[in-house]
């Protein structure tokens, strides 16, 4: 079957899918849990031969370490699985409750999306979760991960599809992608599809919005800013810098710009410029910056520039309302953060500024759906449509209105022999 | 200005008017209420102006009633926004409040989409309609009417805007678009423009979703169904398909298949050929129907053709699995209705059918945000992204995470040093 096809017979299974019960999608999360624990060497023995031809392409090992499928990770792999089958479900909840008239009664109950196509990393963990979380949310996935674990996820995707299966989830709810061509095929996919998660490199997100109907969620820029206010604990902003940058600099959450309010600029750039000398961090910045400390002079274009390096941008700006124009001008709409010890422009800042994430003296990293305590994310949404920042549960589901009535009719209420009344039960 | 300079702009007046209190968005819809009775005669002129020109053109009765804003239509647009200024904010409801860890506080607060492009067809309530909705949900608003109320339009929104911003709400909160060329541009303004809603004809929504990568809520089709169930109350089936058919036979919300169980057939199909004549409905069936009771015979693509006439098909299926096979698939995922007596087919059809609307023995002219209480709507969505069914208030409003901490960082976490807790509050 191709993946026309396929998704085709997905979009059939999926009401199916979607009326299991909390029960039996949870009976499968611990099934599955417990499959991979009994699969374990297969795994591994797979993830070996990934590692293996990885050496042989002479990947960085930043990278490798994200191919790694190790005892570990199996062992978060599993306590997320049976984390997950314990929430609650986020199906069949009842968000309004309402009598329109004598006998007419309008419910919304919370459903899954359907089927969903997610597109993710070279990172075995991420075919767990994400296949997790569809499953839990009732959703259909098409899983498409990156090529240099192929192995690794073969082996977890039949473990994972067979256990679902045998815990009495329909058949052909979850489906492997393994060809890079088979991405095209399902971004023309827009009557079976729902809804398109892309994770990835900013140039692979901006081409699957580019070149499909299906809805798009996700992000491709992670631009973000720390803006350090007159009023700033300056060792707790650069403290908080230092993490935002350097905790993991490849991660779209890091911080790429440093708004610093001039009246500070000749107290704070050269601390700034100390903390980032003594972490490996290059500065680049306006060239009244390199005036009070010396840095590279950079162009406005770099404001657009997410480093994914051990780079920083660094503007002086009057003010916090300056700050929040560049964010909102500059920024990727994802997270940003203040520091000030002024509580009036802490509430501007989150008032005011654009973003899925409006932080307060603290670290842009803390943009995650395992920190927001949601378990897990499929990912991080910076559109405004749905779902904003990082996305759990409550992202995958969207709900329909059920109306019950006798032989109701519109023509009653439009000629006037009857009225609505509009009543909240 | 041109489109593209003016909602640049807009993107900046954005978040000042998404701050703006609830009492001056309230007071606004107030004073507009008042201004709109007290330019009564300015406003009426223009609409005579609007219905001479439609005259001239030989424009149809049904369509020109449309285009009438008569002292009754004004009267309705002056309670809807005295009601719509009395429902709740929807802005700023705090729907998350967890301490993630000790002094690391994650707050979701609800906030404005931003702004918003809305391309509506020839009717003056519309206008008045939409442009409140936008208000008092914090949005800014391109406004695009249809051209043949334009003299109306351009007086209705100079009179609206004049006294939003008398009431405090910043200038270039909304803009009036004028020029059929000009929804072109805003197209691709996907910088600037958060949400395109376009409601009119199929092909002219399916042009604005084909040539844009704002994301767009609405609906092209409105292919609604009627299945009548073995165990339906057949005289009731029948006077619920009248309303659905007849009531607005232009809606969206018209039913145009209706579907019968085989087992009632040679019963049913009579009784609803005998209505449909009496109704003046063109019944056009499968060959099998066709044997049954005198109709056109129909193909296929009939099934996918919203007739938006005094026209239904009629198809035999075996029971209700094979209706909401059929439904699923030739649907357009709007609003479908299932007319029984048995509540287990009934929880059957709700469950498994996917659309927006699933109801149970009424009519599928229901389908409305005033008749669902939300005062009114700014469209109906067939897209499950988002929202969903008639759209309202909560439908114009995303969220934002607020975090607030004291230094944190996640370098402390990811140590080990500092652990979790995830407290809701």
Excluded: W
């Excluded at 100390?274 to 390199?290: H, N, Y």
């Excluded at 800042?349 to 949601?374: E, I, K, L």
Aim: aromatic letters at 6%; glycine letters at 8%.
């Amino acid at each position: 079957m191709n993946i026309r096809e396929s998704v085709r017979n997905m979009k059939t299974v999926s009401p199916v899918l979607a009326a299991s019960s909390a029960e039996v999608r949870n009976e499968a999360l611990i099934k599955i849990a417990e499959a991979l624990a009994a699969h374990a060497e297969e795994i591994f023995a797979a993830n070996r031969k990934d590692l293996a031809a990885a050496d042989e392409k002479g990947i960085a090992p930043a990278v490798k370490k994200r191919l790694l499928y190790s005892e570990g990770k199996m062992q978060d792999s599993v306590a997320g699985l049976r984390q997950l089958a314990s929430l609650p479900d986020p199906l069949g909840k009842v968000t309004l409750d309402r009598e329109l008239d004598e006998g007419l009664r309008l419910t919304r109950v919370t459903c899954p999306i359907g089927v969903i196509g997610v597109i993710f990393e070279a990172r075995p963990d991420a075919l767990v979760q994400i296949s997790s979380l569809c499953l839990k949310s009732g959703n259909c996935a098409v899983l498409k991960g990156g090529k240099e674990t192929a192995e690794t996820n073969r082996v977890l995707f039949e473990v994972i599809y067979r256990a679902a299966v045998a815990a009495g989830l329909p058949e052909g709810c979850l489906l492997l992608a393994e060809q890079h061509s088979e991405i095209d095929e399902l971004l023309t996919c827009d009557k079976e599809v729902d809804l398109l998660i892309p994770r990835g490199s900013n140039a692979f997100v901006r081409y699957i919005m580019d070149h499909t109907k299906i809805p798009v969620m996700g992000h491709a820029d992670g631009i973000c800013h720390i803006f350090v206010d007159k009023d700033a604990d300056q060792d707790k902003a650069i403290r908080v810098i230092i993490d935002a940058k350097t905790q993991y600099t490849a991660a779209c959450n890091a911080v790429e710009t440093i708004l610093v309010d001039r009246a500070i600029a000749g107290e704070f750039l050269p601390k700034l410029a100390a903390a980032f000398e003594a972490a490996g961090i290059k500065m680049r910045g306006t060239s009244e910056v390199s005036e009070i400390t010396p840095c590279e002079v950079m162009g406005e274009e770099d404001f657009a520039t997410e480093y994914l390096d051990l780079i920083a941008s660094v503007k002086l700006v009057d003010g916090v309302a300056e700050a929040v124009r560049h964010i909102n001008y500059f920024g990727s709409h994802h997270t940003d953060s203040v520091m000030t010890e002024n509580e009036e422009t802490a509430a501007y800042f989150t008032q005011m500024v654009d973003s899925a994430g409006v932080y307060v003296n603290v670290s842009t990293r803390f943009a995650d759906g395992f920190r927001y305590g949601f378990g897990a994310e499929v990912g991080i949404s910076t559109g405004k449509i749905h779902a904003r920042g990082p996305v759990g549960l409550e992202g995958l589901v969207t709900y329909k209105y059920r109306l019950t009535g006798d032989g109701h009719i519109v023509g009653d209420y439009a000629s006037g022999r009857r009225t609505f009344h509009h009543r909240d039960l």
